[in-house]
T-cell receptor
Framework: GAVVSQHPSWVICKSGTSVKIECRSLDFQATTMFWYRQFPKQSLMLMATSNEGSKATYEQGVEKDKFLINHASLTLSTLTVTSAHPEDSSFYIC????????FGQGTRLTVV | GQSLEQPSEVTAVEGAIVQINCTYQ??????LSWYQQHDGGAPTFLSY????GLEETGRFSSFLSRSDSYGYLLLQELQMKDSASYFC???????????FGSGTQLTVLP
């Protein structure tokens, strides 16, 4: 099946710094990728839809200036958490779809 | 918008059969998917139903009734490794995005 690679798998950063998470589709081209956030013991919540060559579409309540999404090519989307705070600590997961959604490995972000 | 409901917890013993139900509401519909997630890991795809009926993949089967806005995941011959969270997810919307249910924590007892 298709492979989506996400990097890094975990990161610890200081409050106020920015963190970039990469999501790559390794064996197919993804015009659309999705970014989710998951808090412990909770479901995956869609944050934004990343469209190649255009602006991302953010879900209600997600700050677009805080969570910067760039989809510069058909195989790469990035999520940058700017000025991170402890409440941004979460599990971030990207996905790309053909007939099914393929997920990256996820990134566990801890802001200290 | 979309919403899904599924039980929060299910417990069963090894070798048993368990069914996890999912009801949904949506204004647009492409299909209903099921994902498994172990603690600390990413979701992995189990099954997808776009049409009514049963889809079987090994020990796992999934059923969909679009008229009832209802589906279920059936796990047979349960094994300890099946202990995980199971999410139903709606594929809907102009961007074909997934909306996840709240998840069902399955515990398999020896």
């Amino acid at each position: 099946g298709a492979v989506v690679s996400q990097h890094p798998s975990w990161v610890i950063c200081k409050s106020g710094t920015s963190v970039k998470i990469e999501c790559r589709s390794l064996d197919f081209q993804a015009t659309t990728m999705f970014w989710y956030r998951q808090f412990p013991k909770q479901s995956l919540m869609l944050m934004a839809t990343s469209n190649e060559g255009s602006k991302a579409t953010y879900e209600q309540g997600v700050e677009k200036d805080k969570f910067l999404i760039n989809h510069a090519s058909l195989t790469l989307s990035t999520l940058t958490v700017t000025s991170a705070h402890p409440e941004d600590s979460s599990f971030y997961i990207c996905s790309a779809s053909t007939d099914e959604a393929f997920f990256g490995q996820g990134t566990r972000l801890t802001v200290v | 918008g979309q919403s899904l409901e599924q039980p929060s917890e299910v417990t069963a013993v090894e070798g048993a059969i368990v069914q996890i139900n999912c009801t949904y509401q949506t204004s647009g519909f492409y299909g209903l998917s099921w994902y498994q997630q172990h603690d600390g890991g990413a979701p992995t795809f189990l099954s997808y139903n776009a049409l009514d009926g049963l889809e079987e993949t090994g020990r796992f089967s999934s059923f969909l009734s679009r008229s009832d806005s209802y589906g279920y995941l059936l796990l047979q011959e349960l094994q300890m490794k099946d202990s995980a969270s199971y999410f139903c997810a709606l594929l809907a919307g102009s961007a074909r995005q997934l909306t996840f249910g709240s998840g069902t924590q399955l515990t398999v007892l020896p």
